[in-house]
């Protein structure tokens, strides 16, 4: 099992900056894959970014030059870097944990808002 918990999420204007974190636990020897998901009001939830333990990156176009994804495999930490933010960024961002950059794997954190004001 795996244990993903996020932190960061908060109340940004548009233009500003937000990270985000998410902390790994338990068998962490088994995430090749380590991504960012976020869902809006009445929307399905969709890739931000994702990224392999070697550095291969996959982002969605939407936030291409303005977000970036990182990790510390030492600390098993992921972080996602969130600049030029629009309200449209607005959502409950996901952790999530697998083998794949375009599709989510079975663990999930908690979720963290992040809200843009226009």
């Known amino acids: 099992q795996v244990q993903l918990v996020e932190s960061g999420g908060g109340l940004v204007q548009a233009g500003g900056s937000l990270r985000l974190s998410c902390a790994a636990s338990?068998?962490?020897?088994?995430?090749?894959?380590i991504g960012w998901y976020r869902q809006a009001p009445g929307k399905q939830r969709t890739l931000v970014a994702a990224i392999t333990s070697g550095g291969v990156s996959n982002y969605a176009d939407s936030v291409k030059g303005r977000f970036t994804i990182s990790r510390d495999n030492a600390k098993n930490t992921m972080y996602l870097q969130m600049n030029s933010l629009k309200p449209e960024d607005t959502a409950v961002y996901y952790c999530n944990a697998g083998l794949s950059l375009y599709y989510p794997g079975n663990y999930w954190g908690q979720g963290t808002q992040v809200t843009v004001s226009s």
């Open positions: 338990g068998s962490t020897f088994s995430i090749n894959v």
